[in-house]
């Protein structure tokens, strides 16, 4: 829910992103910033907006509206709606970088596994395999030793990455 925006107006913003129509989004979406008051109140809002800028093949657009959000992001973070649209966008418009960092301070503020879980995926889509390992390894401990096939996964991959080789008998015995 968007503070001082009733379910009314927020349902028409969501069926028109949800049936396609970008442009009576955008509308919607414009049209409901300009009567939000408090700035914290319109980050979803402005997700909202990201995202469908990225859908109208306006990616610079919707770009820039994610860096302006990215200097917000620890009010962002407060808001789990807020968080979660805005790791949609910065996933559409291809900004691992940002996303990362996002996941990050997420999973550190609020250590659950969904967050967790949040930061490997944003992880993997980076490329990024010693940190993989790392949260990885915080996910086994924290939550569950199944997640120690991650682990696993993300040594492989950074020995693979970086030229050398890691015996398979060591991913092994990981597993075991």
């Not at 989004?25 to 997700?47: C, D, F, H, P, R």
């Not at 859908?55 to 200097?71: K, Y």
Request: with cysteine; aromatic share 10%.
């Amino acid at each position: 829910r968007v503070h001082g925006m009733s379910n009314n107006k927020l349902d028409q913003i969501y069926e028109a992103y949800d049936s396609q129509n970008y442009k009576q989004a955008l509308k919607l979406v414009n049209n409901a910033l300009e009567k939000i008051k408090n700035k914290s109140e319109g980050y979803t809002m402005q997700t909202i907006k990201s995202l469908t800028l990225y859908r109208l093949g306006r990616v610079d657009e919707a770009s820039q509206v994610c860096e302006e959000l990215f200097r917000s992001r620890d009010q962002i973070i407060e808001d789990e709606n807020s968080t979660q649209a805005y790791l949609d966008a910065l996933t559409l418009i291809g900004d691992n970088e940002k996303s990362v960092i996002v996941c990050e301070e997420m999973a550190n503020r609020y250590p659950t596994l969904k967050n967790t879980q949040n930061i490997m995926f944003a992880l993997v889509r980076s490329g990024d395999f010693a940190k993989q390992q790392k949260w990885a390894m915080k996910l086994s401990k924290q939550f569950d030793e199944s997640y120690m096939f991650w682990t696993a996964t993300s040594m492989l991959a950074q020995s693979e990455l970086e030229g050398k080789t890691i015996s398979f008998d060591l991913a092994e015995k990981i597993l075991t």
